[in-house]
């Protein structure tokens, strides 16, 4: 490690803090949630599939999530650990950067910076492709101020590697190789790397490892990208974009206002602009993300949602701390280890106590408190009466009810999403005619019979009935009323 030595006290900090941050995020928010989170729910439903790319996004959230259920099981834990593991993973990644370019107290400090920022604390349970970006942003800066800095072949292809599996975390990593990209095209001490082979040959391993959801995806006909498009609400006219931006400019602000005050209070009080090329490549990447974001917000004109934000503040801290000329040995830093102690544990109690308090004092309950085991209970033995001598191989419905029901089901049959053909490919019109399939709805907004596109071309089903089941809170809530149908098996 660079500039490290055996009595240096912040690896110590370093590990313990780690350890200390993984365990609390992966142990202590699954007790407060009894299910799934919607994007948990969606990524299992995936992820049984096995497919290159889904409606929504490209796979790997969906491949993760699918192994995590194959090593430990259904269970809130399974899932939850790896947005611990992705946080933790974008902590280190950033303090091996800042022991590139700053003394290793203040490396340590611009890592744990890290947890006044609301996407890399309050967000952590939520494990979806933005908590997943997290950890790609922070090393693909990692290695790209290696191979900056050491001119290594290795982190070059690392840097490739990196980018290359990330983009099948999310397309938004792009903007990340895209800044990299710019940084060594534009920065005049670091564009003699291009006449080397080795950013060219992290460049093609990183397409070569995307080709295939690239084929996916225009064989498909571009669904993610659709989705995209449709989420972003395309502005019209000029005002319209500049709300957007300015929208998108005060989540920002309002995001780093924390860390920004922190600094201020730390002795942080003025700019100071260092010509090394590792730090400008660290200001590229703290900032560069977020900037090309606002001009893709006012050239096409979309509404960029808070949550699309949450890699850009990998490298902020460091940046800031660069910036400022801040050095954490000051005695103003003092009372740094209360206050992001505070942060980290502040968060943590505030996502649990929504967890416990939020159907309270809403009146309604949250998706992780949908009675995903007891639906999957009465569905296994529903159907195990009526189709003893088959396995249960499918649930047709909304994404909210039939992928827990499916999720923790001992069966684990796949989930048919929204009835819906073109979406499904592992589960397709056909399979559901020979195995036959359970279809479930929400009788309290669908009805209490079987909703008509159920129906159509299927007439075999049959219906079961309305269930209700309680929701798995203490809050005095009316019990979930789940529709239940059967279409028996032909084989």
């Known amino acids: ?85 992705c946080v933790v993973l974008c902590h280190f990644a950033v303090w091996r950067a800042a022991r590139h370019v700053t003394d290793p107290i203040t490396a340590f400090w611009a890592s744990a910076l890290l947890q006044t920022i609301y996407f ?79 950013p060219y040959a992290a460049a093609a391993l990183a397409c070569a490892i995307f080709a295939p959801h690239v084929i996916w995806m225009l064989g498909a006909g571009k669904p993610t990208i659709a989705y995209v498009m449709a989420r972003s609400m395309p502005a019209h006219g000029l005002i319209g974009r500049l709300g957007h931006v300015a929208e998108y400019a005060g989540a920002l602000i309002g995001t780093a206002a924390p860390l920004a005050i922190i600094l201020w209070f730390g002795g942080a009080r003025r700019l100071t602009w260092n010509t090394d090329p590792s730090h400008r490549l660290i200001y590229w990447l703290a900032f560069g993300p977020a900037a090309l974001t606002a001009m893709l917000a006012i050239v096409a004109g979309l509404r960029i949602k808070g949550a699309w934000m949450a890699p850009f503040f990998d490298y902020l801290p460091l940046a800031l701390i660069l910036l400022s000329g801040s050095d954490a040995r000051n005695p103003r830093w003092r009372p740094a280890p209360y206050v992001v102690g505070a942060f980290a544990t502040i968060a943590l109690i505030a996502y649990c106590a929504a967890n416990v308090l939020r159907p309270w004092m809403a009146h309604k309950p949250m998706r992780v408190h949908f009675p995903a085991q ?7 033995s529903t159907w195990a009466a009526r189709a003893p001598n088959y396995p249960l191989k499918i649930i047709v419905g ?85 529709g239940l149908a059967m279409l028996p098996p032909k084989r």
């Open 120 to 198: 890399v604390n309050f967000t952590t349970p939520e494990f979806n492709p933005n908590v997943l970006q997290l950890p790609i942003f922070a090393l693909a800066g990692l290695f790209a101020l290696r191979a900056l800095e050491d001119k290594r072949p290795r982190d070059w292809l690392l840097l490739g590697l990196t980018l290359g599996i990330g983009m099948y975390a999310k397309y938004s990593v792009a903007l990340s190789a895209v800044t990299i990209a710019l940084f060594f095209l534009t920065d005049q001490r670091a564009r003699a790397q291009l006449r080397t082979p080795w």
């Open 1 to 85: 490690m660079e500039g490290a030595h055996t009595d240096d006290p912040t690896l110590r900090w370093a590990k313990w803090s780690l350890i200390g941050l993984f365990l609390a995020w992966a142990i202590i928010p699954p007790l407060t949630m009894p299910s799934l989170t919607l994007d948990a729910a969606e990524g299992f439903a995936w992820g049984h599939g096995w497919q290159l790319g889904y409606a929504k996004h490209p796979p790997l959230q969906a491949w993760l999530l699918e192994t995590t259920r194959m090593l430990f099981g259904a269970n809130s834990f399974s899932h939850v650990w790896l947005s611990a593991a």
């Open 374 to 380: 007891a639906l999957a209970a009465q569905i296994e």
């Open 398 to 482: 909304p994404t909210d009810i039939a992928s827990p029901a499916a999720y923790f089901a001992k069966s684990h049959p796949f989930v048919r999403i929204d009835d819906a053909e073109a979406i499904n490919p592992w589960a397709p019109e056909k399979m559901v005619e020979a195995d036959g399939a359970i279809f479930v709805w929400n009788a309290a907004q669908r009805g209490e019979t079987i909703p008509p596109e159920f129906t159509a071309n299927r007439p075999g089903i049959e219906f079961l009935g309305v269930t209700a089941l309680p929701y798995q809170t203490e809050a005095p809530i009316k019990p979930a009323r789940i």
